[in-house]
């Protein structure tokens, strides 16, 4: 039986080194404050030996209820689930301009900037709205399905579904592309500038790295190349 088993486990491992390296992702959140200013500069340090994208979300902390009134379910200031960011709010049966919006931003990682320039929306996100589908290859995405009320209209992701969405990514390889912050020990940077000062709101990034598994003829595994 053992010899049997001595003789397998070579055509297993030999069979393991044919295989394309084993992928997966992982993602993790970084939590900034947005409180009492205007402008803001964001950095956030992660240790990615891959990382490939960051989606950063503007959310308002709720305090906990032990009811929620109808009406608020409906509304996006006091709705948990709602995104800021975006020139439109929801207030009960209606759509309704919001003050704090997010006019201006651009990544930075190293000296390189993500977008090249900074992506300034004075008015709608339709810029922001469009980079987000692009560099996530979607097709008929939900946040930009129309947000219908009473006299007005707006879309998901201007009114509450608000995401900025930034790709690292360097190549078209599926197995390695994106930034390696593990060995340059440099922070992502975001640039945000509001209409005008925020409260009480926090960015919430996450990142998402991808990893690869590579297994070697002898049956060492490891998650570095080589």
Known sequence: MGSSVEKVI????????????LGSNSVRSHHNQLHGQQLYNVRI????????????IIHQPQSIKTSVATNDTHNSDTNMYNFFGGSKKIVASEIDGRA??????????????????????????TLSLQST??????????????????????????????????????TGDKVENGINTASTSATI??????S???SKKQLITFVEQANCLYIKNDGISSMVKG
Do not use: W
């Not at 340090?45 to 950063?56: F, H, I």
């Not at 940077?189 to 509001?194: A, P, R, S």
């Open 10 to 21: 070579p055509t297993i491992l030999s069979s393991f080194a044919s295989f394309q390296p």
């Open 133 to 170: 589908i692009t560099q996530l290859g979607l097709t008929n995405p939900y946040i930009a399905t129309p947000e219908y009320r009473t006299n007005l209209m707006s879309n998901q992701y201007e009114a509450r579904d608000f995401v900025l969405v930034n790709s690292f990514k360097t």
């Open 100 to 125: 704090d919006h997010l006019t201006k931003y651009v990544f930075k990682y190293g000296t390189k900037f993500y977008p090249n320039a900074p992506c300034e929306m004075s008015g709608d996100k």
């Open 189 to 194: 940077e975001i640039d945000l500038t509001f």
């Open 45 to 56: 340090t992660d240790a990615a030996q891959n990382l490939e994208n960051t989606y950063s």
């Open 196 to 198: 005008q000062a925020t």
